[in-house]
């Protein structure tokens, strides 16, 4: 008995494995665009399986490649009556009659469809995806909408949504996405990513106007803080973060005291470069937040804003009395190291006293503290040595981190530095030795980073053996890390005039650009910019030029038009540049369509 079993059980296997087989051969007779063999095998494989619908339909398409419509419906003639799926051969059958130029007769089946919809005799799904795959979209939406009057409990919002996009009924759109969110909060973000294709920075923009309405809309009727939440995502794509700022603190009061929204909403500002707009955000987070982490952190964004716009010594030595207040009020301990770490930074960069930011963290590492504490601080240790040019003391620090936290983003970033530092001492040789390691690393940032610098080296190198240029160069480099920028600007200068036409020539044109730049120099950095371009266009460094161009023009210089040219200059020459998918979002963005 247990043998005959497993031998029909074989049989099973057997004539099921044929039947696929049959039908797999047909679907790849079809996408190779071989339709007189696929017509056999999917003939072969309906008289195998005659209920099979997915066969069937595409022994259809297999005929209407051939052309032959009056077979198909003849085939859908003998089809309809006994299918479970009349609805859609109904389409089908209309769609063949559009083929044909039938456009009468074609309504007439489509109407049939939608009508067995309504009379809840077949699936709106199946009828309504197969129109939206014949690209009839004004009857998937009947048939769609038809489903859900005859089946309440039916919900085909994301369908119809998509639908109602593609044709341009925006208000619609909007509507059914908002009721798809409203039903699960799990929506909401993939409703955020389909909103994000037509809404653009331009808060004139018709689709960005809709869809505002639409929440305030809903706000009157509705207090559901969805809608404050995506009125705030609205915002903050159209850079007016003073109405979200409004939007997020109507959802802390309403959320019994959930600041995320108002966090993250000052770290947004804050990488835009609102400082203004941040520096009220932190404000009210320190006034209203309940936890000591929380407001320390608002207190450490808020003195680097000040750093920013400090221009004058009174106004240091107010933010260095802050600084200090704070580690009185909170303690030097590991709860405050980030601190710690910003203090030290402010008086060795800012406030040019790096013996006393060396002194300070020398006595912080002697805190007990775990070892990835410790390490941040003997970084930052090292940085100001580095600034003091002390670099052989530098270096131990930076290998004491590589030695302790192996294997870690900490430790990457501590042996760059130790290249770095090399590199500054004009050591290339051991720094080219450990770049060469980092430009494979696990961190993106590390890895381009040390490629960059790797490439000065070796394209310095080859043709000036005694590195005279390089030299140079890496002085000006470190001139800029001490934050000296006039200094450094007159060494590139010295190079710009005494290497003309070397290989250095396009780098120190892009790094004296870039400290134009940080002192509003901006004619002068778009000359260095235009001249990269113009004479080192194939250059390594050039896609670089372009796209700072292009940003500097969209930015600063307010010019729209020739940043649309650079962008599009960048899109078709440099296809692999970091730069490329950034430059096609920007360029499409001063285009004025829809982002994706």
């Known amino acids: 008995m247990k043998k005959r079993f497993i031998f029909v059980m074989v049989l099973v296997f057997v004539f099921a494995f044929a039947k696929a087989q049959t039908e797999q051969r047909a679907r790849n007779y079809f996408d190779q665009g071989q339709f007189e063999k696929a017509l056999i095998s999917y003939q072969k494989a309906l008289k195998k399986q005659p209920t099979n619908n997915t066969v069937l339909l595409g022994l259809i398409k297999t005929y209407q490649q051939l052309e032959d419509y009056a077979a198909v419906e003849t085939l859908i003639g003998k089809q309809i009556d006994n299918s479970r799926y009349k609805g859609q051969l109904h389409v089908e059958l209309g769609y063949n009659y559009q083929l044909q130029g039938q456009d009468s007769l074609a309504k007439v089946a489509y109407n049939t469809s939608i009508q067995l919809v309504q009379d809840r005799m077949t699936s709106a799904y199946r009828v309504g995806k197969t129109l939206q795959d014949h690209n009839l979209l004004e009857e998937a939406v009947r048939a769609y909408e038809a489903g859900m009057v005859a089946n309440p409990n039916s919900n085909f919002n994301r369908q119809l949504a998509r639908i ?286 040390a490629l960059e610098l790797l490439l000065v080296i070796r394209d310095n190198s080859l043709e000036d053996t005694l590195q005279t240029a390089l030299k140079k160069y890496a002085r000006a480099d470190l001139l800029g890390y001490q934050n000296k920028p006039e200094f450094a600007i007159k060494k590139y200068d010295e190079i710009l005039e005494q290497h003309k036409g070397e290989s250095i020539e396009d780098e120190a044109l892009l790094a004296q650009a870039a400290l134009y730049e940080a002192k509003s120099a901006f004619a002068k950095a778009e000359k260095n910019y235009i001249t990269i371009i113009e004479f080192y266009k194939d250059g390594v460094i050039a896609d670089d030029a372009y796209y700072r161009l292009a940003k500097l023009y969209e930015g600063p210089l307010q010019q729209p038009e020739k940043a649309k040219n650079n962008y599009e200059r960048l899109i078709f020459d440099f296809a692999d540049s970091i730069y490329y998918v950034e430059a096609q979002k920007r360029f499409r963005a001063l285009r004025g369509d829809a982002i994706n």
């Open 164 to 449: 109602y996009g593609e044709l341009g009924q925006l208000d619609k759109m909007f509507e059914s996405y908002l009721n798809l969110a409203n039903e699960n909060q799990a929506y909401v973000a993939s409703a955020q990513r389909n909103f994000a294709m037509f809404i653009t920075e331009d808060p004139t923009n018709e689709a960005n106007i809709i869809f505002r309405k639409t929440l305030l809309k809903r706000l009157q009727t509705e207090q559901n803080i969805i809608y404050n939440e995506l009125l705030s995502w609205l915002f903050i794509q159209q850079r007016q973060y003073k109405k979200a700022f409004v939007q997020e603190k109507a959802i802390f009061k309403r959320t019994d005291g959930n600041i995320t929204g108002v966090v993250d909403l000052a770290g947004i500002t804050i990488e835009a470069n609102a400082l203004d707009e941040a520096k009220d955000i932190l404000e009210y987070i320190k006034e209203v937040a309940v936890d000591d982490e929380t407001k320390l952190d608002a207190e450490q964004q808020l003195l680097k804003i000040e750093i920013k716009k400090a221009t004058t010594t009174s106004e240091h030595e107010e933010i260095r009395d802050r600084y200090e207040a704070l580690l009185d009020q909170y303690g030097v301990n590991s709860y405050t190291v980030p601190i710690q770490i910003d203090y030290a930074h402010f008086l060795a960069f800012e406030m040019k006293t790096p013996g006393e930011g060396a002194t300070f963290l020398k006595q912080s590492v002697k805190k007990d503290m775990n070892r990835f504490d410790e390490a941040r601080l003997k970084m930052e240790l090292a940085d100001i040595l580095v600034l003091q040019e002390k670099f052989n003391q530098a270096l131990i620090y930076y290998s004491q981190i590589q030695n302790k936290i192996k294997n870690s983003v900490i430790s990457q970033e501590a042996r760059f530095k130790v290249a770095r530092t090399s590199y500054y001492k004009t050591d290339f040789e051991w720094a080219e030795t450990q770049l060469d390691v980092l430009k494979s690393s696990a961190t993106q940032l590390i890895a381009n980073d």
